[in-house]
């Protein structure tokens, strides 16, 4: 049974929800939830819609009546984005969120901080008593990142962030996760196994 419900899922047929015993066995998965920005110029919160897959990320911002605030189509070598009824391309997703919208927001980084993993270049600074992380400073770019992920829950079967804040230089993001749901394709055979 599919968990999202709502005119912008857009789950392809080639994937089904599925559970996992680790998180990072979710090779897809989708998500709904809020997205709130706040900048020295701008704050907005709107709800979030995301798709992502290992080679493609669909991101839909909407507002609370269901209209199409932002879309944002992602794959290794191109992302389009459509605002305001006009469409933008470019070779690079984060570069072209920024140049469109003025959000320099870590785009290329939030799927694994969303599910509550890390990149290597990340460093915790501390941990809850389940040894989750609580408060992470992302180095990997000119300025650093500091990450909160201020409560967790489970979800397909794992645990993962429900409400992660992020901040830099003024840019304060807040993404709270309603509902994630793992996928695969019916033909990976995926096992609830450990590895």
Request: a negative charge.
């Amino acid at each position: 049974m599919i968990l999202i419900s709502g005119c912008s899922s857009t789950i392809p047929n080639s994937l089904t929800p599925i559970s996992v015993a680790q998180v990072e066995q979710a090779k897809a998965w989708e998500l709904q939830g809020k997205l709130a920005v706040r900048t020295p110029d701008d704050k907005f919160s709107t709800n979030l819609y995301w798709l992502h897959t290992t080679d493609t990320d669909e991101l839909t911002l909407t507002t609370m009546l269901g209209t199409n605030v932002l879309t944002l189509h992602s794959t290794p070598n191109e992302a389009v984005l459509t605002l305001d009824g006009k469409t933008y391309t470019d070779a690079d997703a984060q570069r072209l969120l920024a140049r469109v919208t003025g959000w320099n927001i870590p785009i290329d980084a939030l799927p694994l901080w969303i599910t509550g993993q890390l990149r290597r270049s990340d460093q915790i600074l501390s941990q809850d008593q389940q040894a989750r992380p609580q408060q992470v400073i992302s180095s990997a770019q000119q300025s650093a990142w500091q990450l909160n992920f201020k409560h967790w829950q489970r979800q397909s079967q794992v645990e993962i962030p429900r409400l992660l804040e992020i901040k830099r230089d003024g840019i304060n993001i807040k993404i709270q996760v309603n509902q994630w749901q793992a996928l695969a394709s019916p033909s990976s055979n995926l096992t609830e196994s450990t590895q």
